[in-house]
């Protein structure tokens, strides 16, 4: 006979590791970040205006199993001003994917070698995408010295054991 605690994590390991997820360590470049993503990246940089100055923003991201994962990297920022600036891109993106009032909930994440000072955080809403489809969005943001982190996941249902698998790989070296 299984025993509940060790049926449930095979039950959610095979479930992360369904076909549609063929998950895979990443690192971005010029970052100590490594992650898992289910899906080989594609790649983007731009500059944009992050607090008020020109960052460079690296990008890694691809769809699997019918959600889009990815990860962005803005560098150049003043370290100082990192909780600040990582406060209103997770409005932003709360705001980009028209979050449902009150849908927006904090979630527990820890990631080790985040910058000390500057608040990890992880959030979850529900929205719409630009063509007007229902989506759910979890997003983490955190920086490690003068670069910011964003960390996102969307899918019109988000399966808790994927979640998981994708957050829970987050470590800084």
């Not at 470049?29 to 607090?51: E, S």
């Not at 927006?104 to 994440?109: D, E, F, N, R």
């Not at 719409?128 to 969005?137: K, L, Y």
Request: charged letters at 15%; hydrophobic letters at 45%.
């Amino acid at each position: 006979m299984f025993q509940t605690p060790t049926f449930l994590i095979i039950t959610l390991a095979l479930a992360a590791c369904s076909p549609d997820f063929n998950w895979r360590e990443v690192r971005p470049d010029g970052t100590r970040l490594r992650l898992l993503l289910p899906c080989k990246p594609d790649k983007a940089q731009k500059t944009v205006a992050l607090g008020g100055q020109p960052a460079s923003l690296s990008m890694l991201g691809c769809d699997a199993g019918g959600a889009t994962f990815a990860v962005a990297v803005a560098s150049g920022i003043d370290a100082a001003q990192a909780a600040p600036v990582l406060a209103r891109w997770q409005a932003l993106t709360l705001d980009n994917m028209k979050a449902m009032p009150g849908s927006a909930q904090p979630l527990p994440v820890n990631i080790t070698g985040a910058s000390a000072g500057v608040p990890v955080t992880r959030v979850q809403a529900l929205g719409q995408r630009a063509n007007g489809d229902a989506v759910s969005g979890q997003a983490a943001y955190f920086a490690q010295g003068a670069q910011l982190f964003q960390v996102v996941m969307y899918a019109p249902h988000i399966t808790p054991d994927v979640a998981e698998t994708f957050f829970s790989s987050l470590k800084l070296d």
